[in-house]
Each structure stands twice: as C-alpha cells, then as structure tokens.
C-alpha cells in the first residue's frame, strides 16, 4: 500500500450510529464484563476468513466482500470521547477464533485506555477506495490479531452515552471517496426527504448474513414511517464523498452502515 493510498473507516459503532452488537463505553474500574463489546454468538458465514497479507490487497479495486474488524480504544475527555480506531483491512481479514478470544478488559490495560469497543466482523459492499488516508501505517499486535490505526475520532459524549439509534443521522469527520462499480449491485435507504443512503459494509454481529442475502433485506428491516429500503445495479459507476471532510452515516436496525450521497431517487 502506497503511503497515501489509505483506509476511510466505516464507523460501525452505536456511538456513531454506525450498528454495533454491543457498544462499550466504560471508566476502567466499571464493572463491565470481559466480553462486552464482543462478538456475541455471531454465526459463520461463507467469507473469507483466513489472512491476507497486505500487499495481496488492492485499495483502488477488489474491496467488496473483503472482511474486516475493528478496535476503538480512548479516553473521555471532557464533553467527548476521543478514538484512535484499528482497522485490520489490508493485513488480514480478522481470523474469526483470534477475534472471538479478544477481552475488552485486557484490552484496556494493553492499550492503557479506559475504553475499548470491539466492531465486528465486518464485510465492504464498496468497491473501491478512491482516496482516505491510514493516521499511523505502525502494525500492533492486538491479542494477536495485526492491526493500524486507521482514523482518529471524537464522539460528544452524549452521543455515546444515548448509544445507537437505526434511521437516525450521525456526521463523522472523514475526507474519503468510495466508488461503487458500474455493473455492481448497491443497498440503499431513502429517507421520507428523499435523500439516499448507500450500504457501505454489512454486519454477522447480529445475524447471519452474506451479501447474497441483502438483495431480501428490505423485507427484515423495521423501517420507520416513510422510509424505503431499495436495491439495484448501477448502470454506471457510483463515487460517495465525504464532502468538506464530514460524512453523514445512519444504520439499519440489523446494524448494516451506509453513507448518505448526493445522488437523489
């Protein structure tokens, strides 16, 4: 991976509104047991599961389907919390039994931080990272799974604190371009303004699901009055921005991640 050729982290937590099975947010002595925020009896699903080395991985193209997690650890710092976040894209596709073995608690004292949410796995529905940038390309070993930090945020704290809500609006400090390829198939949610959000990643933190199984989705979502779920393929290529560094993300309430585009219905 060239050095400015970089991850935009698709926050796929309830502190962002992103979906997260169990988010974390605790002081270090809360009385949180040590699998919060893991993956909670989340079923296999037919994806890859074994490690890819990174220069197998291709940002500008071959991202759909690719499998990946994260770690979010920080501090509270006055009104906010403060995340570096460790993306494991392009090291490996988090292998599912070191995963499921990470303690949130012995991550704390690890990292030395007060909280650690675990994100999950997780698979891209994109096809291509267009531009984005990794914080620190540095490689830690993260109870064995290796891992870089591929963003830093700042979640108010009460933002945090009300934890995640499906259909509702989350604006995350990003600069990034994702492109989804003409031919491809995309997931969207329309909002009752008839603006459109495109499904960026899907969870199996919640229930099984491949990406074969999303074009029946609209049908196992509870949509709020007014709201659509839709799928179709692109007859040309699709790019999502992040314009002015902001992006406005929502979730499902299976805990799926999409970005809003500029693109109308």
């Not at 060239?2 to 997260?20: A, D, I, W």
């Not at 509270?76 to 403060?82: D, E, L, N, R, Y």
């Not at 994702?178 to 949610?189: I, M």
């Given at each position: 991976?060239?050095?400015?050729?970089?991850?935009?982290?698709?926050?796929?937590?309830?502190?962002?509104?992103?979906?997260?099975?169990?988010?974390?947010?605790?002081?270090?002595?809360?009385?949180?047991?040590?699998?919060?925020?893991?993956?909670?009896?989340?079923?296999?699903?037919?994806?890859?599961?074994?490690?890819?080395?990174?220069?197998?991985?291709?940002?500008?193209?071959?991202?759909?389907?690719?499998?990946?997690?994260?770690?979010?650890?920080?501090?509270?710092?006055?009104?906010?919390?403060?995340?570096?976040?460790?993306?494991?894209?392009?090291?490996?596709?988090?292998?599912?039994?070191?995963?499921?073995?990470?303690?949130?608690?012995?991550?704390?004292?690890?990292?030395?931080?007060?909280?650690?949410?675990?994100?999950?796995?997780?698979?891209?529905?994109?096809?291509?990272?267009?531009?984005?940038?990794?914080?620190?390309?540095?490689?830690?070993?993260?109870?064995?799974?290796?891992?870089?930090v591929a963003g830093r945020i700042e979640v108010p704290l009460a933002v945090a604190a009300?934890?995640?809500?499906?259909?509702?609006?989350?604006?995350?400090?990003?600069?990034?371009?994702?492109?989804?390829?003409?031919?491809?198939?995309?997931?969207?949610?329309?909002?009752?303004?008839?603006?459109?959000?495109?499904?960026?990643?899907?969870?199996?933190?919640?229930?099984?699901?491949?990406?074969?199984?999303?074009?029946?989705?609209?049908?196992?979502?509870?949509?709020?009055?007014?709201?659509?779920?839709?799928?179709?393929?692109?007859?040309?290529?699709?790019?999502?921005?992040?314009?002015?560094?902001?992006?406005?993300?929502?979730?499902?309430?299976?805990?799926?991640?999409?970005?809003?585009?500029?693109?109308?219905?």
């Open positions: 991976m060239t050095p400015r050729m970089h991850l935009p982290v698709v926050f796929s937590l309830g502190l962002l509104g992103c979906g997260s099975a169990t988010p974390v947010v605790a002081a270090p002595d809360a009385s949180t047991p040590a699998s919060d925020g893991a993956v909670l009896d989340a079923p296999a699903v037919d994806a890859p599961t074994g490690d890819a080395p990174a220069g197998d991985v291709d940002f500008a193209r071959g991202v759909r389907g690719r499998r990946y997690c994260e770690v979010l650890a920080g501090a509270i710092s006055g009104p906010t919390v403060q995340l570096d976040v460790y993306n494991t894209y392009g090291l490996n596709e988090c292998p599912d039994a070191a995963w499921r073995a990470l303690d949130v608690a012995a991550l704390r004292t690890e990292l030395g931080v007060p909280v650690v949410v675990l994100n999950g796995p997780r698979y891209w529905t994109i096809d291509a990272f267009e531009s984005a940038a990794v914080q620190d390309p540095t490689v830690r070993s993260l109870g064995g799974i290796p891992m870089r009300a934890g995640s809500a499906p259909y509702t609006e989350r604006t995350v400090r990003r600069d990034s371009t994702v492109r989804f390829a003409g031919g491809g198939r995309v997931y969207e949610l329309i909002d009752p303004m008839d603006r459109v959000y495109v499904m960026q990643s899907y969870t199996v933190q919640r229930e099984a699901q491949t990406e074969a199984s999303l074009s029946e989705l609209g049908a196992r979502l509870q949509l709020p009055s007014g709201w659509r779920f839709r799928t179709r393929v692109l007859t040309e290529d699709l790019r999502v921005v992040a314009e002015g560094g902001l992006a406005t993300v929502s979730t499902d309430d299976v805990g799926n991640t999409y970005q809003r585009s500029q693109q109308r219905p």
